[in-house]
C-alpha cells in the first residue's frame, strides 16, 4: 500500500482538519449562507409530513437526554434524532439545495448532524459556518469522483455520499486532527447507503436521516479512538470502485482550497426532482403566454437530459411524494392550478391530476442539454402546436433565485407548515451565522415556541 | 410494474409473517439452539475489545431508557445501543457462525436486534427462537441472491445482509403483517452498507453493529407506517442488482418453509477468517505428527480456493485484528504455540509472529476446492517437504463441532474476557429457550452479575 499520507482521502482528511473560516473567500462564505437560508426553508415545509411523524414516534424512545431542536416543533431530541430527523425534513420533498454536477442535495445531511451537535456542544456561529462549507466540501468532491455512473447505476447519491459531509461537518466542528478525520471517513464509508428504487418514498428519507446520524457518530467514533482502513475510498475494495464503474479519483482532491463545491450548488423554486424545474417553467409559460388549459393538451413532447426521462416518466403515480418527481403530474397541476408550490405536490393534488387526466407525455433524450434545459411542444385537441424553449430552468446555476427570494422560501415554508416561530428573526440570524456566540440560539428559532 | 404480491421480496415477506414454531422442525430448532449458544460464545469472547469501548463509550449518551442488556457487562442501553453492541461483539472475531454458502455470519445482528427488543419487550423464549430462524433465513436468502458476486465484489456480507435479518427477526417477533414486513425489508434495503476493505479494522465492526441497530429500526419503523418501493429488492433500482452482477432472483423464494438456510450454518473452533480454518488444521498436524516447528520452515505453499488467497494473503499485518485474516500470521502462531484460541489472534501474538519471522506462503488458486478444502505443503530449511491434506476443516460442515464443544467454546469465550456470570445456567437456558416465557431472563444471564 501507499503511504497514507499519500493517498487522496488523507490529503482530503487533512485539508479538513486544518480548514479556518479565514481561508474561505467571503463570496463562498455567502453562498453557504445561501445554502442554510434555503436548507432551513425546506426543513420548515417538510417537518409536518407523515414520515416525519413516523420516524419521531419511532426513534423517540432511543433518544438520550434531549439537548438538541427539531425544526418546526416543540418536542426535542438528543443530537443523533434532532440529525435524523432535520435531515429527512430538509430533505422530504426534495426542495434543498442540488449540487448540479453531481445531483447531490448535499446541506441536508450537512447541517442536519452539524446544527445538531453545535446545539449541545454550545459551539460559536463561526465554527459552525466554517465546518457547513467544509462538509459539504467533501460530500460533493466525493460524488464528483463516483459521479455519473453511481447516481446512474441507482444509488441515492444524497444519502451516500451525505454520511461523509455529515462526518466532515462534525469532525470540523470538533476539530478532529487529520488521522482522526481520515478515519471519520472510514466510519462514514462502511455505513454509506441508499437507493434510487426508494425516490417518491418514505424509506428515501430514512437513508438521508441515517446519514445525517451516522455522520455525526462517524466523527464523535473518530475522536474516540475508532480506526478504519488506511484507503476507505481509494483502496482495492474501498468506497469508489465498489460505487462506481468510473472513478475520477482527482475529484478528491483537485484545485482543493481554490475551487469551492458549494458554488456550484443551486436553489429549488419548485419542490420537484430538479429535473422537473425546466418542464414547470414551461408550463408556466404556456398557461401565462398562451393560456393553455390542461384540458385543451392532446400530448406533450419533451426533449430533455436523459435523466429527465428516467427518472420522472411516471404517468401512474397516486401520492404527493411520487407526485414530484412525475413528470406528468408536474405538467398537469400547473396546467390547472397556474403554480408550483408545496400544496401542488401533495396527495390531494395528485388525486386531482388523477382525475383531471395527466396528459401524454413522449421524452426525447438529448444528451447534449443539461439538467436545466429543455425544449417541450403542446399539442392541443384542436390541432395547434405551442412550443416553448427553456435554455435555463429557475433557479439554476445560469437563473439563480435571489437573496430575496431565497427569504421569500424561507417563510413560504414556514407558512406552509403552520410554523409560529418568528422567521424575519431566523433569518437574520442566518445571514449573520458567523457573528453568533452559540449557534444554538439560531437552530432553537427554527423550533419556534414551546 | 408486475402486482406486488407477485414479487419474491413480496412473497418473503408474506412467509415471515406467517411463521409459526409449529412450521419448522425440530431438528432446524435444533440447530437454532446451536446457533445460539455459539453467537453468545463470541459475543462473550469480544465484549471486552478496544472497539466495543470505544462504541459504548460514543453511543451512550445517545441512549434512552437503558432497559436492555450489553452481554459481558454490567452496562445496559436502550435496545438499538445493545442491539449496536452486542452484534460488534458477536461477529468482532469473525468467530461466529458462518453460512458456506455465502460466508455471511448470520447470527450476529439477528440475535443482537432480537434479544435487545425481546428484553425490552418481555418477550417468551418461543417467539425468540421463531423470530431467531425467521432472520437467518431472510439474510440468507438475499445473500444467497446476490452471490458470489456480491461479497468478491467487496461488499462486507455480514454487514449488508444483516440488516435484512435484523429486520426479519424483530418483524416476526412483533408480529408485522405481510405488509409491514414488506417494508420493513425497503427500510432494511435503504441502510444496507459495509466494505471488506474495513476487514481486520474496527471500522468493520461499525457496519455489523449499524446493521443490528438499523434492522431492529427498520422493524418498528414500518409498524408505525413507514413505507417504501414496492420491490425494494427485485425493482430496476433495487438491491440486488445494484449489489450483484450476477442476480439469482430464484434464491430468495425457491423451496421455502422446506429448505432451511440455518442447516447450512457452521461454527467455528478458531477465532480467524473462515478461509484460515483448514490452514490452522493443516499446521496443528504438522506440528504434531512431524514435530515441525516456525524455525525449521523456509516456505510454504498453499492450493485452496481463491477466496483463501484473495482474503488472507497479508505478510505484513501488524494487529491482532489484522491477525485473524492473515494465513501468514496463522501458520506462524500455530506453529510456534501449537493452538488457536482467542489469545494467538491478539496484537500480542502478532507481534510475536513479526519478531520470529512469518513464513513465505505461496497460494496455488484451486476454484473446484470449497472453502474448508486445502492441501499444505511446507518446504524445511533442511530440505524436507512435509505435505498434508486437509478434505474438510474442522468447523466445516462435513465436520460439525458437537453440541459439547459448542458448550466448551461458550466456556472459552467466558473465560477469556474474565466473565463473572453463571455460564452454565446460560448454557442451559439457551438449550431450552422455547421454554421461557420471558427470554429477559435468558440474555440477563448473558450479562453478568452487576
Redesign the interface.
Same mark, same amino acid.
Given at each position: 500500500m501507499a503511504n497514507s499520507s499519500s493517498l487522496p482521502e488523507a490529503e482530503l482528511a487533512a485539508f479538513v482538519a486544518g480548514l479556518r473560516i479565514e481561508d474561505i473567500p467571503q463570496p463562498v462564505l455567502h453562498q453557504a449562507k445561501r445554502s442554510l437560508v434555503n436548507i432551513f426553508a425546506t426543513a420548515l415545509g417538510g417537518c409536518r409530513q407523515?414520515?416525519i411523524e #413516523?420516524?419521531l414516534?419511532?426513534?423517540?424512545?432511543? &433518544?438520550? $437526554?434531549a439537548n438538541a431542536s427539531v425544526v418546526g416543533r416543540s418536542q426535542r431530541g438528543?443530537?443523533?434524532?434532532a440529525a435524523f430527523v432535520n435531515a429527512m425534513s430538509a430533505n422530504i420533498f426534495d426542495f434543498d439545495d442540488t449540487h448540479e454536477a453531481t445531483i447531490i442535495h448535499p446541506a441536508a445531511t450537512v447541517f442536519a448532524s452539524l446544527f445538531a451537535h453545535a446545539e449541545a456542544a454550545r459551539a460559536p456561529g463561526a465554527a459552525v459556518l466554517r465546518a457547513f462549507v467544509a462538509g459539504g466540501e467533501v460530500e460533493c468532491r466525493i460524488g464528483n469522483a463516483i459521479s455519473p455512473s453511481h447516481y446512474a447505476?441507482?444509488?441515492?447519491i444524497t444519502?451516500t455520499c451525505g454520511v461523509f459531509g455529515a462526518a466532515a461537518a462534525v469532525g470540523s466542528l470538533i476539530r478532529l486532527s487529520p488521522h482522526q478525520m481520515l478515519?471519520a471517513f472510514?466510519?462514514a464509508? #462502511?455505513? &454509506? &447507503?441508499?437507493? #434510487?428504487?426508494?425516490l417518491g418514498?418514505?424509506?428515501?428519507s430514512? &437513508?438521508v436521516g441515517?446519514a445525517a446520524r451516522?455522520g455525526l457518530?462517524s466523527a464523535?467514533?473518530a475522536?474516540?479512538?475508532?480506526?478504519? $482502513?488506511q484507503? $476507505?475510498l481509494c483502496?482495492?475494495?474501498?468506497?469508489l470502485?465498489?460505487h462506481s464503474d468510473g472513478v475520477r479519483v482527482e475529484a478528491l482532491t483537485g484545485r482543493l482550497g481554490a475551487l469551492w463545491e458549494i458554488g456550484e450548488n443551486t436553489y429549488k423554486p419548485y419542490p420537484v426532482g430538479v429535473v422537473v424545474n425546466p418542464v414547470i417553467d414551461a408550463c408556466l409559460q404556456l398557461r401565462e403566454r398562451d393560456r393553455l388549459s390542461l384540458a385543451e393538451v392532446a400530448s406533450i413532447e419533451i426533449s430533455g437530459h436523459p435523466l429527465l426521462r428516467q427518472r420522472t416518466d411516471r404517468p401512474d403515480i397516486a401520492t404527493g411524494r411520487e407526485g414530484q418527481v412525475s413528470a406528468q403530474h408536474a405538467i398537469a397541476i400547473v396546467l390547472l392550478r397556474g403554480r408550483a408550490g408545496l400544496e401542488e405536490f401533495s396527495d390531494q393534488a395528485v388525486a386531482e391530476t388523477l382525475a383531471a387526466g395527466r396528459p401524454r407525455v413522449r421524452f426525447q433524450d438529448d444528451p447534449s442539454r443539461d439538467i436545466a434545459s429543455i425544449a417541450l411542444t403542446a399539442r392541443t385537441r384542436d390541432g395547434r402546436e405551442l412550443a416553448v424553449t427553456i435554455p435555463a430552468a429557475l433557479g439554476s446555476r445560469k437563473q439563480p433565485l435571489s437573496d430575496a427570494q431565497l427569504e421569500a422560501k424561507l417563510f413560504e415554508g414556514a407558512r406552509f407548515s403552520g410554523f409560529r416561530g418568528e422567521v424575519r428573526r431566523l433569518a437574520d440570524a442566518l445571514w449573520r451565522l458567523e457573528e453568533a456566540e452559540d449557534a444554538s440560539q439560531v437552530i432553537r428559532l427554527a423550533a419556534g415556541p414551546a
Open positions: 407523515p414520515a #413516523v420516524a414516534t419511532t426513534l423517540s424512545p432511543f &433518544s438520550g $437526554p438528543d443530537a443523533a434524532l447505476r441507482g444509488w441515492h444519502s478515519h472510514s466510519a464509508a #462502511v455505513q &454509506s &447507503s441508499g437507493l #434510487v428504487e426508494a418514498t418514505m424509506a428515501k430514512l &437513508s441515517g451516522n457518530l464523535l467514533l475522536k474516540n479512538g475508532l480506526t478504519g $482502513p484507503a $476507505p483502496g482495492q475494495h474501498g468506497l470502485r465498489l
